[in-house]
């Protein structure tokens, strides 16, 4: 079960969403702080990490994997995405914000239940 996964390793985490608002012709950014989840956070091996473009043309890796419950509230999208920080592996230990830049869902009746996510360090 998926609950026995994350509560193996679990990180809680708040999600900080930023919003595209319409603003004086253009548009601006607005953030919300979302309630905290418990998470479980893996690093990628280097062997298996990925590239993505953000939206403003910077190109980052994923080193980051979330894995949660189906219900948690994440997204991606044009007009919206999330960030959370969280103490990164370095040593010694400091707060990296991440940004979350793809989410699976898996509802699937042969698997379990859960969200995946990818995260690049901003």
Request: hydrophobic share 40%; aromatic share 8%; net charge negative.
């Amino acid at each position: 079960m998926i609950t026995d996964i994350i509560n193996f390793d679990p990180s809680t985490i708040t999600i900080t969403r930023h919003t595209k608002v319409k603003h004086a012709g253009g548009f601006s950014w607005t953030k919300m702080i979302l309630a905290p989840i418990t998470v479980r956070l893996y690093f990628y091996s280097t062997r298996n990490q990925r590239e993505v473009t953000l939206p403003e043309g910077e190109v980052k890796t994923i080193i980051l994997g979330l894995l949660a419950e189906l219900t948690v509230d994440i997204i991606v999208g044009h007009n919206s995405y999330d960030t959370f920080t969280t103490l990164s592996t370095d040593s010694p230990p400091e707060l990296r914000e991440y940004r979350i830049v793809g989410v699976r869902r898996y509802d699937d009746a042969n698997i379990d239940l859960q969200t995946q996510a990818d995260c690049v360090a901003v």
